[in-house]
Every structure is written in C-alpha cells, then in structure tokens.
C-alpha cells in the first residue's frame, strides 16, 4: 500500500469511526453515494488526478459533501485529491476553531482564510434587502482565487436537489426566466470548473445524514438572521406540494431534464418562423 492509498485509509476510518450500524443508516449512505455518483458520471464531472477545492460552511450540506467524495475515493470510485476550504467570512461570533480541529481531528488536507464579506455585505445592501446575492458572489470570487492558488481546477459546492428547485422557480416567478442551477459550469474565465455532485440528493436526506454523522454544525447568523426570504417562501411551497403529492420533487427534477424547445416560447431555442405545413 502506497503512503497516499494509506492515508485515504486513514482519513475515511477517522470519519466513518463512529457511524450507526442500522440497516436504516446502510440504506441511507448507500442512496447518497449512488446519486452522488450518478452527478459525477452524467456531467462528467471527474478528470483523474485533477484536485478539487470542495467549499466548506460548517452546515449539513458541506459537511455531508466532504464525507460523500472522500467515502467515493476510498472506494477507489474518485480518482481526484480534495483540498477542504473554510472561508471565514468574519460574521461576529464565529467559532473559528470548529473546522479546523474537525478537519485535523480527521487528518483532511484543508485550507482556512479569513477574509471579512461580512462587513462589505453589511454596508453594501439596504436595510430590509436580502443579504444573500451579494454574500454569495464575494464568496464565489475568493473561493475561484484560492482554487488557482491551490492548482485545484475545480471548485467543488454542496448545492443539492432542493436547491436546485427552488432557484429553478425563483428565477421563474422573480426573474421571468427559466433557470436553475446547473451541475457542472464553465466560469467566465474559463479556467475553472464549479461542481455540484449532490445534485440529485434531497435535502431530507442529507439531514439525516448529517444528524447520524453527527458533525459539529456552524449556523450561519447573516442570512439565517433574515425573515420573509424568497427562498424561505419558496422552501415552504415546495415543501407543502410534495406533502400534497409525494414524489412532486423527483418528478420536477426529471422535467428539468427532458426540456421540449418546440414546445416552450424561447425563439432562440427553437426556430418556430420555420415551420410551415407542407404544400400537398
């Protein structure tokens, strides 16, 4: 065994020491590592030896990300190095020891900057607007510049299938567009890639998930300080609808991939001036 092969060995061992041995748990981690896999192979996601800065927030989400890929790659299932990384946005009353000690606890390459949106979010956005826009494109742009400091070609996030529905119907009924967030994007500079491999993981699950791992969560307290959000909005209308009618999120998330441009209204998609009835 080589040192690198030991020390996956030793980093998966750490994080799954202590995991339930319910059939129930079995069955749960086994569901997230087929989806997960399922991202990864359908958008190509995985270039062997490539390295991947995965985004680390200190919620469910991020931490469930880290756990999945690194569980995959001691399989021998991810053929990439993770680069773990923590941006310390200066929220006031952070708990900076939190992920590092996890994160050398568990013997996981990782990297922390500290680097303080909080206060340019603050004082940017007017009093009653959502801070969320512009706190992600701060983050955005230190996590692309790390990337390239850290030689990662990809920036790896822990979005899931929730997400990605509720941004799809944000953009539709706040933007006038149809829009979601896709699995893999190109950045503008065309130097990285942004990943999403929890694309098909709902969020009930990853919850679960998080809760059996038991990982030390870090609450965010500039946008969960915030009331009335569209997206809260959103969550409970979707949440309400699959209670309704359960299974109304997968089915959203097939229609999102079988798109019919004939029978949309985007001209750009679809040449409808072309069609005319055949002369008999």
């Known amino acids: 065994m080589t040192n690198a092969q030991q020390q996956i060995g030793d980093e998966f061992t750490n994080l799954y ?5 319910s059939v129930e748990f079995k069955k749960l981690r086994k569901r997230l590592l087929r989806q997960t896999r399922e991202a990864l192979n359908q958008f190509g ?13 200190g919620g469910k989400d ?6 999945l890929l690194m569980d995959l790659k001691a399989q021998g299932l991810l053929p990439v190095e993770l680069v773990a990384c923590n941006l310390d946005q200066g929220q006031p009353g952070f708990p900076q020891h939190i992920l590092p000690d996890y994160l050398n606890q568990l013997g996981i390459e990782h990297h922390i900057e500290y680097r303080d949106t909080y206060s340019i979010v603050k004082e940017k956005v007017p009093t009653g607007a959502t801070y969320c826009g512009l706190c992600s494109r701060l983050r955005r742009a230190n996590l692309y510049r790390i990337a390239r400091e850290k030689g990662c070609l990809s920036v790896v ?14 953009n539709m009924f706040h933007g006038g567009r ?19 491999p929890l694309s098909y993981c709902a969020e009930d699950d990853l919850q679960k998930f998080s809760d059996a791992m038991q990982f030390p969560i870090i609450p965010c307290n500039l946008c969960g300080s915030q009331d009335g959000l569209q997206r809260v909005m959103t969550k409970k209308m979707l949440a309400d609808m699959e209670k309704a009618d359960p299974g109304r999120k997968d ?19 679809f040449d409808f001036a072309e069609l005319t009835p055949a002369k008999i």
Do not use: C
Not at 178 to 194: E, H, R, S, V
């Open 17 to 21: 020491r202590d995991i339930p041995q």
């Open 45 to 57: 996601m995985v270039e062997e030896g490539a390295r991947w800065l995965v985004a680390l927030s």
């Open 62 to 67: 991020s931490y469930s990300l880290l756990a």
């Open 157 to 170: 996030l822990g979005h899931h299938r929730d997400d990605i529905l509720e941004t799809f119907l944000m």
């Open 178 to 196: 149809m829009a979601a967030m896709p699995p893999k994007l190109l950045n503008d500079d065309g130097d990285l890639t942004l990943l999403r």
């Open 251 to 269: 089915r959203m998330m097939l229609a999102l991939a079988n798109i019919n441009p004939s029978h949309m209204l985007d001209a750009q998609l």
